[in-house]
């Protein structure tokens, strides 16, 4: 497949880059400034190229596209794919692949993880420690986790995975979803969200991001939520207003957030870092050596299932 050019956006983990580079010919977008600098440089290759490679950090948009004109696969070393233009991508008949499933497990784990370090001041409880305050006080007390009324935006995989977690942690699940799924049971379902948020004490933002769920968080969702109510987000920055976000948790209006995604990511508003309530991570969710690793290999397997004329694994479009 070396007569297969692929163009890979950014360095990712696993040494993606490489494991391509073993089968097709690749292309680093990351060095050079812009698209079109790429394709001036490369005039001569660049029909050459027949997959794109990009992720949650990087966009597969309509300039990129239209640079490519014989692209026929996008495959995003990602679960998301709010950054791929998928209108352009159908247009054009070009197919699309994600990550699914692989990193279900470890971003459910993590949404677990921010709720009881925001509940239980893990982060800030280290500080002391390591600050030498053990030997002058006791650390003061915290709130208990266990049995909180958990509300989570999204029931798909990962969300699903969140309320299985939660429920063995002894908490009451409520969600909220387009349409109400019958394979959850006992969970409660809102269809609108702020009667979610009304009645959780947790609310999880699990759902994707896209032009219904841009914002879905805003003010009068958080106010519904609370002073004594906390937000996880794992899915995406923009389907919380956060410049609300921000003002509520400064103002006391919202008890705490554990946020690992960000509106305009690697730019994370700074008002937050003195919050005590407030767990801020890099969007590292599903970022292990394991499944960044079952990542890298499904994004492979896509290609070469695409390029063998087999079926695509995950395929979107
Ligand atoms: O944010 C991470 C992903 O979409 O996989």
Request: aromatic share 6%; proline share 6%; with cysteine.
């Amino acid at each position: 497949m070396k007569s297969i050019g692929v163009l890979m956006t950014i360095p990712m983990p696993s040494n993606l880059a490489e494991k391509l580079a073993t089968r097709f010919t690749l292309f680093k977008l990351w060095n050079y400034p812009s698209i079109e600098s790429f394709s001036e440089t490369h005039a001569d290759s660049v029909h050459t190229i027949r997959a794109f490679v990009c992720d949650a950090k990087s966009a597969a948009d309509a300039k990129s596209i239209d640079a490519l004109p014989n692209l026929e696969i996008v495959s995003t070393n990602s679960v998301g794919f709010d950054k791929i233009d998928i209108e352009k991508c159908r247009e054009r008949g070009i197919r699309v692949t994600n990550t699914p499933d692989v990193l279900t497990d470890d971003v459910a784990d993590f949404a677990i993880g921010l709720a009881l370090a925001v509940f239980r001041k893990i982060p800030n409880s280290d500080g002391f420690l390591k600050n030498g305050l053990w030997k002058h006080s006791d650390y003061p007390l915290t709130t208990k986790f266990s049995g909180k009324e958990v509300g989570i935006v999204g029931l798909g995989r990962i969300g699903s995975a969140i309320a299985k977690r939660a429920a063995a942690f002894g908490c009451p699940i409520s969600y909220h979803s387009r349409s109400q799924k019958p394979e959850a049971g006992s969970y409660k379902y809102y269809p609108n969200i702020l009667d979610l948020a009304a009645n959780s004490q947790v609310l999880v933002v699990a759902c994707a991001l896209n032009e219904q769920t841009r914002h879905i968080v805003n003010r009068g969702v958080i106010d519904a939520l609370g002073p004594k109510g906390v937000i996880v987000n794992i899915g995406r920055g923009p389907i919380i207003d956060e410049p609300e976000l921000v003002s509520a948790l400064v103002e006391g209006r919202l008890g705490g957030a554990g946020l690992d995604v960000f509106e305009n990511e690697p730019n994370v508003p700074e008002e937050l870092f003195s919050l005590e309530n407030v767990v801020l991570t890099p969007h590292v969710g599903s970022d292990t050596e394991e499944t960044c690793k079952d990542m890298a290999d499904l994004v492979i397997a896509n290609l070469v299932a695409h390029f063998s004329g087999n079926p695509l694994l995950t395929p979107i479009l």
